[in-house]
Each structure stands twice: as C-alpha cells, then as structure tokens.
C-alpha cells in the first residue's frame, strides 16, 4: 500500500491509508508477507531446477545442495534463526528430499500411519486413491503388495492397515448415517462416489478381502437413492459396476441388490430428467442387458472397467447370478427391443459427448438381431439419429450404419426376407441432402415433412449408408434375393465427390469414416474418384491477375451477368436518359454495360470483362456456383472462337473444374450436349446420362475445333475418361444385378460374361484412342492456317498425356493399339510423347511373328523408333530379332512382297544403326543379301529389260547403296557406285546400238535420278520404248565393237587428262554451275570462263576425236560413237571428282578449324568434317547436274 500510488490523492483518502497502516503493522502474519515478497523468486526457481538435476545423480548425499550449503544448529533451530529467504530455501530442500525417499518406495505402514494422523478422513481417501489409481505404475505395485502380505496369516490384528480399514469404515458408515429413508444428500454424493471407487480399487488392484461389516455398510451405500443430478447419475453408475466387480457384495444381500436395480429401471426417466445429462446409467443398464442376452461377458467386464477408470480382474462364473437377474427378472429381450426404440435420440451427437449414449445400445441390439427377431421397427429411430449428428463424427456411428445395412440385406440366420429391416427411402436420403443437393431434373418434393437444415456429418453418414448398401447388396446378388436396389439416376444426383472432399479436407472431425468412404468410392464408383481429380490443385493466379479491385469482389453473380452479350444496349442507355442529361446516359451506360454486365457471352468482344468475371466465379464456393451451371457450360462452344484469348480459355477451364467438384456426373453430360455438332438438317437428340454411360464414345462426338484447342480439350478428355470409367462400372454392376439363374437355358458361364464384358471395355477404350491419334494428324488446314501447327503440337502434348495414363492404368490396353496399328506418321509423336509406351518392347516379338505385312512393317518401324528413344539391353535384343525376322522374310516372301517390306523399311535400318552401332553388321550382311537375291532375279529373268527405279534391281542399288555409305570410308563408297554403275550403264548403251542422242541423254536422267532422288524420272513404259528403239539397231554391233572398244581405251586417258585441267584440284572457282581451277590449257585454242566456252571445248573434242576415229568406222556408226565418247567424257569428270572428294573435304575442314588435325576414321564421327563432306557432295551433285544438262543439249 505505501509502494502503490493511490487513484484517490484526496487528504481524507491518505489519512485512512495511513491509519490502514498503522493497523497492519502491528499484526505478526502481515510483517510476514512482507518479508516474503521481498524474495526473487525467479532466481530461486533456478536453484530448485538445478538442486533436482544433482539430486538426480546417483551417489549425491543429503549435504550437497545448492539451496542450503550447510546446517549447524540443527534443522529447527536454524529455520528460527534465519531470515525469510533462508527459511525458504531451508523448506524447499526438505520438500525435495522427502519427496526423493517417497521414491524409493519403502515403509509403506509408516506412509499409512502418517496419513492417519490428520484429522480429515478425506485425506485418507484421496492419498489412497491416488497411490492405487495414479499413473506411477512401481508405486501401485508397492501399495497393493503392501496389502497382500498384510492380509495373510499370523500378523498382528491391530496393524496399520487393520487401522486404515476401521478409518475408511468409519468413515463410510458416516456417510451412510446421513442417509435418511435411504436417500443420499447431495451434498455427500461426490465422496460416496469416491469412497466407491476406492473400495474397488482395494478389491480389484491390491485384492483386499471384505469383511462383513465393510460389506453391510457398502451394500446400504450402493443402494440408496440419490438425487436426481450428474452426480447423481455418476453415483448410481458407479454402483452398478461395483456389483458386478465385487460379486462378494451381493452374496447375502442379493434381494436387496436385485431390488435397487429394479428401481434403477423404473427410475431411470426421473434421474435423466432431473440430471440434464444426455447419457445415463439408463444406457447403461440396456447396454448390459443387451450383452447379457448375447452371453457377451467380456464385453460387460470391458463397460465395467471403463465405467469405473480402472482395471480390475472380473471372473465370468461370477456373473451368472446378475445375468439372470438382467435377462429373466428384470429386462427380457422384448422389453429390451420395445425399451430401446423409445429411448430418444442423442441431440447433437459428436465425439465429445462422454458416457454410455442410446446408440450404443441400438448398435448392440442390431447386431445381435433382436429388432428383426421381435419386428421391432428400428429404420426411423437410427435415420433421426443421423439428422441430429454434428461433427467430430462420433465413432459408433459408421459402425451403427454397417450393422443396419447387414440387418437389411442378411436375413437371420437362415430365416425369409421378412426377417430384416426396412431401407431408408429415396425421399428420406434426398432430405438430407437438401442443403447441397441440386437435382440436374426438376423434381417435386415428396411427402416428407421439411427436414431441418442438416450437416455435413449427417450427409455423410448417409453416403457412407449408400455405399456400404450397394456394396453389399452387389456382393449378395448372387443368393437372387429381392432387395431394394437405388437407382443410377438418383445416385447421380447426389453429390458424393463434393462430399468426400470436404471430409478430406476435415481429417480430424471425420478421420473415422473418410477411409472407408474412400474405399467404396473406388469401388463402385471408380470414375468419381479419378487420378487428376485428387491431384488437382486449384490455383486462382490466372483469376487473380483479372479479378482485381472492387469492382469484381462486390459483382454479385446471377443468372443475367453471366449470360449476357446479347443484351440490348440501348435500353441501358434510354433507362438513364429518361432520368438525365444526355452525357450522363451515356457515360452510365457505358459504365453499367462494362461493370454490371460482363457475361460470357462478350468473350470475343470484351474478353477482359470476362476475365473479370470468371476470376469472380473461381472465388465463389463450388456448392453456390453450381446453380449456374447450366448457362456457364452453354458458352462452352463459343470459348472455342478464334477471337477468344487464351487466359479466358484457361480460366472457362478452371470454373469447370470447380464445377466438377459438386455433380460431376450432371455436368458430363450438359458439357457433352453443348459441344455436339450443329446439324440443321438433323438435329442431335439430347443425351441423358444413360447414354453416356452406354456410350462413353458420344463425349467425341464434339465440335472438331475442340481438337485444335488445349485447355478445353483437357476438359474433353477428362469427361471421356471418367464416362468410360463410368461405363465400365456399369457393366460390371449390371453383371452383379444380373446373375445366371440357374434354369436359364443358356449355356454361359460367369467367365464367359467377364470375357464379354472385357472385350466391350477394351473395345471402347480402344476406338476412343484411335479417335484421338486420328485427330493428331496434321491436315491441309493446320499447314494453311496461321497458328495451327502450334495449336496441333499442343494438341498432340495433351492427347499423349493422356495415353500415358491410360497405358499406365492398362496396359493390355497399349498392346491393343498397336496390334490394331495407326498411321506411321503418328509413331514420331506417340513415342516422344508417351513415355510408357516402352512396355511395346514386350510384345513386339509376338507382333513381329504376325502374319500380316503392315503389321510386320509396323513392328519394324515402330522398333525402330523405340531403339532412339530408349536404348536399353532388351531394346537392342527386340531390334536384333527385327533384323532376324527380315532375314527371314527375305528367303520366303514374294517378289512384290518384299518390294513393299525393304521399300517402307529402309529409313529403319538407319535408326537401327544409329541406335546400336553393334548392329551394324547385321544391317549390312542383310542389305548384301537383299542385293544378291535382286541380282539373282534379274539374272534369271531371261531376256534383258532395262530396270525401272521402283524395280528389285533399282532396290538392290539403292540398298547396296546405303550398306556402303554406313561404312567408314566414303570414297570407296561413292567411288564404287558411280563409277561402277555408270559404266555398267555407258557399256550397255553402246552394244544396244543407241544411236538416238535422245535416248541416251533420257537414260542417263533416269539412272541420275535413281541416285539423288531429285524425282521427275521417266516411266518404266517411255523407257522401255526408248530401249526398243535402240534394239532396232542391234545389228550393227558386231561391225563396231573393235573399233568402239579401242576408241574407248584412247579416249579414256584423253578425257582424264582433260578432266584435270578441268579443276577439282586445291583451288577452285565455279564457272557456269562447274566448279573448275581456271583455263583448259590443253590443245584448245581459247580458254574456258564460261558455259558456252566450256560447251565448245568439249565439242571440239569430241569431235576431234570423232575425225581421229572415223577413217576406221563406217558413217552408220558415227552417232554411236558420239553417244558413246559423251558418256565416257561424263564418267571421266565424275570419276575426277569423286576421286578428289575425301581430300577436298579435309582441307575444308582444317582451314575451318585451323588447326592440323590427322586424318582417321574418327573424323566421321564430328560435325564439322561431316558438314565440309555434305558441302563437297552438294557440289559433286551440281557438277553432275551440269553434265546431263549438256548431254541433253
């Protein structure tokens, strides 16, 4: 008070404070405080901490302490003389001490004496109590050895525990006395309840035997009456379970016993009433007696253990007497089941609510059937129970609802279908669901009174009613019992995805029922609970880059702003002129059209608008969203425009993923109708979701431009696989609902309808994907419109995602497809973009063994293919079985046969060899094969026809071709082919005798052709025409072969000569499309720098040795030798630089890098040596070019 600043500073108010003062200071306890208050206690608090760290260490004596250091004049003396911190430090280290031999548990007659010494009697009991029901289990083992030894034989009769119990009986007879007409004062109910518990502890822990007197007096305690409160109702309850535990109690008082219970029955209403609990001993007692009906007496022990907060041993003979009593006297079976309906609900029952409740009681009695027995209606009793449940879900409730379905569904024993319960109807369920459930149909409501608003623990309940229904009713089709079946159309109705959901968000509240939910979901219905949908996360960062300020968090959504767009603007604008000025109806009205009425329908004009507004449905909950639905998913065609952005398009996606989250099922089927294509002259019917069950396939049925547009294609895809899962469970539940009876005629088996079953599956799946790799095709539009192509690769990202997962899921389903086979072109993409697909590397054997060559074709591409992208051991040893398996096909197939299969699989054999180098080898001992066998055909054919590109022999070239080039040198590569092929070619058309120019220059455009494949060759038909006019001249061959032959070897070296001073040397230039070193400096009177120049040099030479030649020939054969001279002089040039190609490139290469690098084989393998070659063989390509041009001329 002298510390404190007073409020009051008036001079009256200090004089009174002084004269306070002076009053305290005179008393001996307040000078005390005082002294006391003055202590830090903080730091004091430390010290103890510490003090209990060193007495905890073993060997530390009394003395070590760092509250006192040391005692001198004794214990007594030394807290009167010290001051009041010490004093406090001196009863702290005792306090610390005694408590540490407390511990040890020693002397516990002295621990009993010392407590008898009080004057309080209640001190006893709680000291007892709390040493035989505390949590320390060594001191309870202390304690009740304590009595055991005791009580045996040859001890002293006046013991400390002899004393203890004349205390408790004492004080348990006072208690007893105070009873009048056998009435317990209330104010004495809780230490009767306590001296109770504690008696049965002694009985049940430490096995103390009563005495009679102790029995007498209990027996009168139990069974007084008393007040009707909680406490009442503990008392009486804890009296119960106390009979039963210590069945000593009623051996010589049984009438008595047997009479209190009779009056627990007939007063059970009164306490309830009086007590204001909502569980009672009343539950009790029927939960008792339904256990006793049941013969469930371990269940009993386990209510009376519970019920008393311990656990004590109870002896199942030792209960035969209070069962019969429970079940022949006092509560038959009928009087349970009658008693048990018309115990009221529990309100608002949650798993806070302690005790023994009614439905604990229902449960029992619907488990061991006596509702069904007695045909006692039990259907309405558990669905208000339901109503009137609030989280956290009470944890007998899913219990409750199992064993209710069983009663329904499983007769008794082997008794009729009379014998079960009745099932809650469609308009009971549809109550419940009042709150959230939005019928996709209009439907009237029935008979049944308006249910209060219910909660989600109620619906949930009744879903998990549903399901675990339908689960067991589909697992008991087979019995051909006629139970109730709910329809697919009601089921759909409910919203069973928004519901799980919400319990999964909720964990802690319905943790008890979410996985068996979860469960059954997957069971029945596997397309509610889809892969993405539990993956889905919905993020609002799109929405929330448009859905800024005011403006849209106040937009209020209803039916009129979300589908305006066609709204007539000038009746906003005549509105707010009939009220003002002209400028301001107009700025209102512009101001109104874009703030109150941004609908979707101004995706294409305004689309920030409906940016806005979209944003505005994603922060809306799905559940009030949902009444929107209908006209949100009518613009669903129009979000398909060109004109429409593609954020709107992504958030139109969002909302409906929301959407999905309520009535996925309604919303599949008005998404599909929206984008069914526009047919005037046969307009679509509406489909029902029958038919989309039926027929998963109708969700494609779509506009095409939804296969041009990403975002809302995932939303197609996502109806499509949830409907073909839906239909798969469709069948199924249709072959359970459905079972073989077994007077049917029909010879089919269970088996033999899953085979069905399977097959209609795989099919649908099946045509579904080759739907969607058909839309994956690149058409002449995506080449033509701008954006396409873009379009159509993101199209293709989706769509293989999609693969992906139902590869993963099925992947029989993989084998299916590409047994069936799809278009080639498509392999690049779905190998790329479908990484399962590298499980086709186990049944590409089976596939290549087929008998079909497309399909062997396919295989071999499709291998081919796999080997780039995953170059594992088993894909190089399917590869390698590829090649076996040409090889084979090579000596057995056809002529035309094996054109088609070399011809479609030669870009194969590169993959191949680029994927496993090893492989090499076999690629070439193939090709080589293939070579001989053409030439061996040729050879056998008869008369000689020239070959045709698309010919064997062309194919043996053109394979013989790419077998070279896969080896390491080059040169004698190209050097082989041309110059080998091309005399090969000149030869011949000199001994045919071609003297037309003509033919000889078309010849030699086809065989150039064959090589480069520049295409524009001439038919086998104009060929073999040219061919026939040069045959026509085959009789002057024998006058001209000596002399041509000998003109050929004279030329030969000639035109070498020449063809070096040509170029093709260190340093070149092109002239004319010729790449040359600089002038001919040969016989020619002028130098070369053009084409014409060139032309001319090469006439004159021609020429000129046409003179030198002629004087040995005959006219006849003049052209001959000039065709003849023109081919050689080609072969000659082309020789030169072929010859010339692999230095060429390697100079190019060092002046490139700048650097002397030596030549190896290991240059193939760089880049830049590989582009220098590519450079000199485009110029070796031009060179040849040029040559036929003037072979032509």
Not at 42 to 71: C, F, M, N, T, Y
Not at 159 to 188: F, M, T, W
Not at 447 to 461: G, M, Y
Request: charged share 20%; net charge neutral; aromatic share 8%.
């Amino acid at each position: 008070m002298s510390l404190i600043s007073p409020i009051d500073t008036t001079k009256t108010c200090s004089e009174n404070r002084k004269d306070i003062l002076k009053v305290l200071s005179g008393i001996e306890m307040v000078n005390s405080i005082v002294a006391l208050l003055s202590i830090d206690f903080h730091a004091l608090e430390i010290e103890v901490k510490k003090e209990q760290q060193l007495r905890q260490k073993a060997g530390s004596a009394h003395s070590d302490g760092l509250l006192v250091q040391s005692v001198q004049n004794g214990l007594a003396m030394e807290f009167e003389r010290s001051d009041p911190t010490r004093r406090l430090r001196l009863v702290l280290s005792e306090i610390l001490f005694i408590s540490s031999q407390v511990e040890l548990c020693k002397m516990p007659a002295l621990a009993i004496n010392l407590s008898l010494e009080g004057n309080g009697i209640g001190d006893i009991v709680s000291f007892t109590s709390g040493l035989l029901l505390g949590t320390d289990q060594q001191i309870r083992n202390w304690f009740s050895s304590f009595i055991r030894n005791r009580q045996k034989r040859n001890r002293d009769v006046a013991s400390s525990l002899q004393s203890y119990r004349d205390e408790l009986l004492i004080y348990l007879n006072a208690i007893v006395n105070k009873c009048e007409d056998n009435k317990l004062p209330e104010g004495h109910v809780v230490q009767a309840s306590s001296l109770l518990r504690l008696y049965c502890a002694l009985r049940g822990i430490a096995g103390i035997k009563l005495q009679e007197d102790e029995i007498s007096s209990l027996v009168n305690l139990v069974t007084s009456h008393p007040p009707p409160s909680a406490t009442g109702v503990r008392f009486v309850s804890l009296g119960l379970c106390m009979l039963i535990a210590c069945p000593s109690l009623t051996g010589n008082h049984e009438a008595t016993c047997i009479q209190w219970v009779k009056w627990l029955a007939g007063e059970e209403a009164y306490l309830e009433s009086g007590s204001g609990v909502t569980s009672s001993f009343g539950e009790m007692l029927l939960l008792m007696a339904i256990h006793f009906h049941s013969n469930q007496l371990s269940a009993i022990c386990e209510l009376v253990c519970s019920t008393l907060g311990m656990k004590v041993p109870i002896r199942h003979n030792t209960m035969t007497r209070m069962k019969h009593v429970f079940t022949q006297e006092i509560f038959t079976e009928q009087v349970v089941t009658s008693h048990a309906v018309k115990v009221p609900v529990t309100p608002n029952l949650n798993a806070n609510v302690p005790g023994f409740l009614p439905v604990h009681c229902i449960h029992q009695l619907l488990k061991s059937r006596l509702f069904t027995k007695y045909k006692v209606p039990i259907k309405d009793w558990i669905y208000r129970q339901i109503c009137v449940s609030v989280p956290p879900l009470h944890p007998v409730l899913p219990a409750l609802v199992e064993v209710y379905v069983n009663s329904i569904l499983h007769p008794a024993g082997k008794g009729p279908q009379e014998n079960t319960n009745q099932p809650m109807s469609e308009d009971e369920i549809r109550a419940i669901f009042s709150t959230l459930l939005i019928s996709c149909s209009s439907r009237e409501g029935g008979k049944l009174a308006k249910v209060e608003k219910s909660s989600l623990t109620s619906q949930l309940l009744m879903l998990y009613y549903l399901l675990h229904y339908e689960d067991v009713r589909l697992s008991t089709s087979a019995t051909n019992r006629k139970v109730k079946a709910y329809s697919q159309e009601f089921l759909a109705e409910l919203p069973i995805k928004y519901l799980l959901q919400q319990a999964q968000r909720d964990q802690a509240s319905y943790g008890g029922i979410f996985s068996s939910l979860l469960r059954l979901l997957a069971t029945h219905f596997p397309h509610l609970c889809l892969v993405d949908d539990w993956m889905e996360r919905q993020s609002h960062s799109i929405g929330m880059l448009y859905n800024v300020g005011n403006r849209s968090k106040n937009l209020e959504l209803t039916a009129e702003n979300i589908s305006h767009g066609e709204k007539n603007h000038f009746d906003v604008y005549w509105y707010y002129f009939r009220r003002r000025s002209l400028i301001f109806s107009l700025l209102m009205s512009l101001t109104i059209i874009r703030l109150l009425f941004p609908g979707l329908g101004l995706m294409t004009s305004r689309p920030s608008h409906t940016g806005r507004l979209l944003g505005s449905m994603l922060e809306t909950p799905p559940a009030k969203l949902w009444k929107f639905a209908p006209i949100i998913i009518k613009h669903f065609r129009q979000a398909l425009e060109p004109t429409v952005p593609r954020y709107i398009q992504e958030l139109y996606k969002q909302v409906w993923l929301r959407l999905n989250s309520v009535l996925p099922r309604c919303l599949w089927v008005m998404t599909t109708n929206a984008l069914l294509p526009d047919n005037p002259t046969l307009p679509a019917p509406e489909l029902t979701q029958e038919n989309v069950i039926l027929d998963p396939l109708q969700v494609l049925r779509c506009d095409p431009r939804i296969f041009r547009c990403a975002p809302l294609l995932s939303v197609v895809l996502r109806v499509l696989q949830s409907c073909l899962a839906a239909s798969q469970s469709q069948l199924s539940r249709h072959l359970l609902d459905n079972p073989i009876q077994e007077k049917s005629i029909a010879n089919c088996t269970d088996s033999d309808r899953e085979e069905l079953r399977s097959a209609l599956v795989s099919a649908q799946e099946s045509l579904a994907v080759q739907i969607l790799l058909e839309a994956c095709l690149e058409s002449s539009e995506d080449q033509e419109k701008r954006g396409n192509k873009w379009a159509l690769r993101e199209v293709r990202s989706v769509v293989c995602s999609y693969f992906h997962q139902l590869f993963i899921a099925e992947p029989s389903l993989a084998k299916l497809i590409h047994f069936q086979g799809y278009m080639r072109d498509l392999l690049p993409v779905t190998i790329a973009g479908v990484p399962s697909l590298h499980i086709c590397l186990d049944f590409i054997p089976e596939l290549l063994s087929q008998p079909v060559l497309e399909k062997q074709i396919f295989a071999v591409d499709l291998v081919s293919r796999l080997a780039l992208q995953y170059s594992l051991p088993k894909a190089m040893s399917v590869t390698r079985l590829a090649i076996n398996t040409l090889s084979t096909l090579l000596a057995v197939l056809p002529r035309a046969a094996r054109i088609e299969l070399f011809s479609s699989t030669l870009d194969c054999f590169v993959r191949i060899c680029e994927a496993f180098p090893p492989l090499i080898d076999d690629v070439l001992s193939l090709l080589l094969q293939l070579g001989r066998v053409c030439k061996s055909e040729d050879s056998l054919a008869g008369s000689w026809s020239w070959p045709n590109p698309t010919s064997d022999t062309m194919l043996g070239i053109q394979l013989y071709t790419m077998a070279l080039l896969i080896e390491t040198n080059l040169l004698d590569a190209v050097v082989s082919i041309n110059f080998s092929c091309l005399t090969y070619l000149s030869f011949l058309t000199m001994i045919t005798n071609a003297a037309n120019r003509t033919n000889v220059s078309l010849l030699m455009k086809a065989v150039h052709d064959g090589f480069y494949d520049y295409g524009g060759t001439l038919s086998k038909k104009e060929i073999d025409k040219r061919i026939a006019e040069s045959n026509e001249r085959r009789k002057f061959v024998t006058l001209s072969i000596t002399g041509v032959i000998s003109i050929c070897i004279g030329s030969f070296f000639i035109s070498a000569v020449i063809d070096t001073m040509l170029g093709y040397e260190e340093k070149e230039i092109l002239i004319e499309g010729i790449y040359q070193h600089g002038n001919v400096k040969a016989w020619f009177p002028f130098n070369a720098t053009s084409q014409f120049s060139l032309e001319t040099a090469v006439t004159l030479y021609m020429l000129h040795n046409v003179f030198t030649t002629g004087t040995t020939l005959m006219a006849l054969n003049l052209f001959n030798i000039l065709g003849a001279l023109t081919i050689i002089l080609q072969l000659n040039i082309l020789k030169t630089a072929i010859s010339s190609l692999e230095s060429r490139a390697y100079d190019m290469y060092r002046k490139r890098v700048k650097r002397k690098i030596p030549f190896s084989l290991a240059l193939h393998k760089d880049s830049d040596y590989v582009s220098c070659m590519n450079y000199c063989l485009a110029q070796t390509v031009q060179h040849h070019q040029v040559l036929i041009k003037y072979g032509e001329k």
